[in-house]
Every structure is written in structure tokens, then in C-alpha cells.
């Protein structure tokens, strides 16, 4: 139980270092103010979307602004911008291309809403995330689908929305969020659930959920999971994940927003870019822990339609009882002979 304990732990320190890169930089740096303003190769004209503005390719924060003195992380600067072209051959592409593949267009521009210092913090800290839900490929698939939207889609304001903001000291004129809405819609929640729902943590042989959730597994629900990896003891700023039924509801449509419709994969499905589904002990369906089937018997042993074996064994035994009955017989059967005196005092033995 004690090295149990401390594996769920550590993999909840991991867990709060992930959240909070992918939303802030490295909280070692020393901070925006020692950076160069990361818009400044923004014009006026795309700066103006100060207000939310909610449609394809905008974002609604990129980079940092402001630190979480609480929370020892980072704040995203809030921005209601075009989302930024990820040049070919640049870093930030490469990193987008092998750690959030779902946003990658292969063959076409890829757009994206986070700085290069986001992404190289996200690959380093799901290295664990790696090691614990590797052995589940579309497990670790969606969990990766997750923090990789809210970090870099480039349709953020269609699904997410700044529900807070605080001040920015370095940056006067902008602000940071410090708390997000994303609307999820209750599908690809369900399919993120049921996918880690059996993944075993293979150091304890305890299921992944109980760190992920926050509670044991056997309680936990995709919203409660949802809700606990959006908590403030996990991420610099609140998330607040908002489940839907489709059609979406009328303010969400009222924003012009769709909410987030992600395609992700249960654990019997190949993700993309894996070769394999996961294991059986991560995913025991049918397809996957095929029960052992009876090995065929080429023209079987059969005596009147009955299996041989059977039928000479019960024969035997119908035998044995008609013996044993006949031979019980004959040794009770009177003999028919009687012993009489005769003179002279001895006996004889008459029929």
C-alpha cells in the first residue's frame, strides 16, 4: 500500500507540472518581463480583438503575461487573435508534428496558438504521462488530444472561452486569463473516460484513474475526471469543462461557438501514428482477450450416437452390478441337504 501511495503521488506531481505547461512556459525563467513582447510582430489591425471573438482559427490566449504566485505557474496572455502559422522546418512545427499529431496538417500550413517555449515545456513534462499510459496507446492518445487543443488548436474560441481575467504587471496594455471554459462535448468525454478506464499503472497494478480522477476508480466519471484534471490544485488557471449533448446548446450557439467534437479512439482502436491497440490487461474486450477455444476432434468416438468412452464406462458399470447381484444369490441360495441323528449317535446328511 505504501509504494502504492507514493506512485499515485508522484504521478500527481507530474501531473500539476504537465497542466501547467501547457498553459505557461517554464516557471524556472525569470518570467516575461526578461522577453521580448511576443506580439510584436502583430499589427494593430490583429490586436484589436480585444473582445471575444469566436470563430475558426482565433485563439483566445497565446504566450505569457502574468505569474500565478499561488500556483507557481505561468498565465497565458489573454488574446483574441489569428492563430499563428508554425513554419515548415520551424522547431515549433516538429514538436506539433511528434507530441500533438491531431493538430498536424500534413502537407498543408499548420496554424497554432502557443509559443515554441509551450510546446518544448508539454514534451518534456508528458514524458511521464508517457511511461504511465503508454502501454494504452488511445488512452494516451486522447489524453494527449486533450492538452494539446487546449494548448495549441487553432480553433480555440470555438470551443474554449476566457471566463476570467487579472492584470498583466509587464504588459500594461493586456490582460492574462486566469480562468478558461471549454465546451466538451459529452461523446468524445465518454470515449476519454471508458479508454483509461482499465489502464493499469504497471509499478502498483493500480489503475491509472485513481491518479488521474483523484479518487479511486471505481467512482470516478468522465466529468469528474474532467473535472479534477481542470482543477486549480493542477493547473495554473481554472478550467472548467462543460459537457453537451448534440445539438449544442443555444449559447453556445449564441457565441458562434461548435464546441470541441474531437475524434478520439477507444482502446480497442489503433490510434494514428501507433501500430498496435492496447493490451488486454488495459482493454479486456473479446477482441482483444479471445477466450482459449477446445481444441476439435477429428471423427470422434461414438458407440449408438453416444460418446465411446461414456458408453463403455456406463456398460461396465451395468455389468458389474448384474454380477455382483448373481453372485449375491447363489452364495444366499439354501443347499437342500439336512443333517438327522441316527442309532447309534451319529448324524446323516439327507437330501
Request: with cysteine.
Amino acid at each position: 500500500m505504501g509504494r502504492n501511495r507514493w506512485m499515485v503521488l508522484g504521478f500527481n506531481a507530474a501531473l500539476l507540472l504537465l497542466t501547467t505547461s501547457c498553459f505557461a512556459a517554464n516557471a524556472n525563467s525569470n518570467g516575461p518581463d526578461d522577453e521580448a513582447d511576443p506580439f510584436t510582430d502583430y499589427d494593430a489591425a490583429e490586436q484589436q480583438y480585444i473582445n471575444e471573438t469566436h470563430s475558426p482559427d482565433r485563439c483566445i490566449m497565446y504566450s505569457q503575461c502574468a505569474n500565478n504566485s499561488a500556483k507557481s505557474g505561468l498565465l497565458n496572455c489573454a488574446y483574441n487573435g489569428p492563430s499563428r502559422l508554425a513554419a515548415k522546418g520551424s522547431p515549433e512545427l516538429a514538436i506539433v508534428e511528434s507530441l500533438c499529431p491531431m493538430l498536424y496538417e500534413e502537407g498543408e500550413d499548420t496554424y497554432i496558438c502557443c509559443d515554441i517555449k509551450q510546446l518544448e515545456t508539454l514534451r518534456d513534462q508528458t514524458r511521464v504521462a508517457l511511461q504511465m499510459l503508454g502501454g494504452c496507446p488511445s488512452c494516451y492518445y486522447n489524453f494527449m488530444s486533450v492538452f494539446c487543443h487546449l494548448t495549441c488548436s487553432r480553433n480555440q474560441s470555438q470551443f474554449m472561452r476566457g471566463t476570467q481575467e487579472v492584470p498583466a504587471p509587464n504588459y500594461p496594455d493586456k490582460k492574462a486569463v486566469s480562468a478558461v471554459e471549454l465546451f466538451f462535448e459529452e461523446a468524445p468525454a465518454e470515449q476519454f473516460f471508458t479508454s483509461c478506464s482499465n489502464v493499469q499503472l504497471s509499478a502498483t497494478q493500480s489503475k491509472a484513474l485513481d491518479a488521474l480522477c483523484g479518487q479511486p476508480a471505481s467512482t470516478c466519471t468522465p466529468q469528474a475526471l474532467l473535472t479534477f484534471l481542470g482543477g486549480t490544485s493542477h493547473s495554473p488557471f481554472l478550467i472548467k469543462f462543460t459537457q453537451y449533448t448534440q445539438p449544442p446548446p443555444t449559447d453556445i450557439e449564441a457565441l458562434n461557438m461548435t464546441g470541441w467534437e474531437a475524434s478520439l479512439f477507444q482502446c480497442n482502436e489503433t490510434a494514428p501514428g501507433y501500430g498496435k491497440t492496447c493490451s488486454c490487461q488495459d482493454c479486456p474486450v473479446p477482441e482483444l482477450c479471445p477466450r482459449p477455444q477446445p481444441i476439435p476432434q477429428d471423427n470422434p468416438f461414438r458407440i449408438l450416437g453416444f460418446d465411446g468412452i461414456t458408453f463403455i464406462v456406463l456398460i461396465s458399470y451395468v455389468g458389474l452390478f448384474f454380477i455382483s447381484i448373481f453372485f449375491f444369490l447363489m452364495c444366499s441360495r439354501p443347499s437342500g441337504y439336512v443333517d438327522v441323528e441316527v442309532a447309534g449317535g451319529g448324524t446323516e446328511r439327507l437330501r
